[in-house]
């Protein structure tokens, strides 16, 4: 078997190693799947392994790479993707006890996309009912735990794909993204989190829109270089999407160019009180980037418009779902469910129409800058159990908590978290970059120069030491740099 550093390698390390003939996919798959029944019983990362498609997926590439044949972007790469995915001939639950029965019948876009770039699928990572909550917990799974510090949240609703990747059980992980659910576990698991334009990867076949386009699939990755190799991976749409945004070019190549001097907008201004020692990771970051040359001010856009659009959205899309026995619902989607219907459709319409309205005004924003730097979440990762536990009141805490992630799921702009920082007691603090519409390639490539400059904070559990050469070691902006 591998050493034990192959498992936190980045996916684009393991996949010129496998092309190179370095390591085979089948001793990947051997090491992830040990490390896996080892450490995951006390974090709750996957819900169901797919070990023969696993085994299937990592021959497949064993022969091509025999054949000489041409190889995908993640040829034998093992991957995790999301609960709430459609893997075809597998458990589609969505993360709910109502539909733990349902099998997929066919695959999701991206997880098509994957297969076709030789991804190997190890299985499915926690995930909340619906992807409704930010914090993976239950109903009916056990609550994700954070590799970090265990008795924290791994973040959600992604956040068994960050807690595996942080883990070192997988070397990348597909997540998907509504009002945040890539970005905070990220943040939460000292991870980089990318979310999509919005139509840059299809929600079909099955959906055409998701959330009414507040949704989108997008990579949990270790390094930008990889985000943007999964990005890669999954980009594209099917004829007929309601949205898509053409790939202009490769996004890891792009990324990989030193970005020309950008014009940078930060902002601490949310409706909740932002932790200090986030803050002060976002003040010392802006400081750093004026010092690569680029041009920083701050800036006070109005965030707070989309709250109460998004709830609407996000009631009315569990009021849509074939529910029959409420009873088997988290507490909070059943009440969801309950009020759905108490909104008619011409309020939904209004909701949409004021929410592009307001897009439009805070993308303007956006005329004379290039990149906004926030923080991804108000504050790191809460203790397990603490979030949102009154249901009467939890959607005004979850988006407290996200008041810098959700407004750009509802303008649809491209937005990365990225590992920069921890607390005095090494909590991961995520920093956010937001792009301009369809403009991935500047965060990408703006997160790549901050990574070489900054370096990021290893997320590795204390019983494997860290693979990062000790040039890396310790670097990131601390909380009083």
Known sequence: MPDEHWAFAPALDQAQAIAEGAIR????????????????????????????????????????????????????????????????GHRNSLGSRVFEHA????????????????AVILGKTNAPEFGTRPITEGPMFPPAKNPVDR??????????????????????????????????????CGLVGLKPSRGRISSGPLLGEDWAGLATTGVIARTVADAALGLDAMAGHLPGDPYWAEVAEPFLPAAQRKPEPMRIGWTLDAPAAVDPEVASAVESLARELGRLGHQTRQVRPDLTRFRALIQVLAVTAVGALPIQRTELLDPLNRLMFEVAPSTSS????????????????????WDDMDVLLTPTLTEPAPRLGTLGKNVETASDEFLDWLSFTHPFNCTGQPAISLPLARTKSGLPIGIQLVGRPRDEYSILSLGLQLEASVGFWPSVPREIPSPVSEEGQGRGLAHAR
């Open 25 to 88: 996919p089948s001793e990947l798959l051997a090491l992830y799947y040990d490390r896996i029944a080892r450490v995951d019983p006390d974090l709750n990362s996957y819900v169901l392994l797919t070990r023969e498609l696993a085994e299937a997926a990592a021959a497949a590439s064993e022969k091509r790479i025999a054949a000489g044949q041409p190889l995908g972007l993640l040829d034998g790469v093992p991957i995790s993707i999301k609960e709430t995915a459609s893997l075809a």
């Open 103 to 118: 099998i997929a019948e066919v695959d999701g876009y991206a997880i098509t996309r994957l297969k076709s770039e030789g």
């Open 151 to 188: 008795t924290r949240t791994a973040g959600g609703s992604s956040g068994g794909a960050a807690a595996a990747l942080a883990a070192g059980l997988c070397a990348l992980s597909h997540g998907g993204d509504g009002g945040g659910s890539i970005r905070i576990p990220a943040s939460c």
């Open 346 to 365: 011409v309020e939904y319409l209004k909701t949409l129409t004021q929410l592009h309205r307001h897009a439009r005004e805070l993308i303007a924003g």
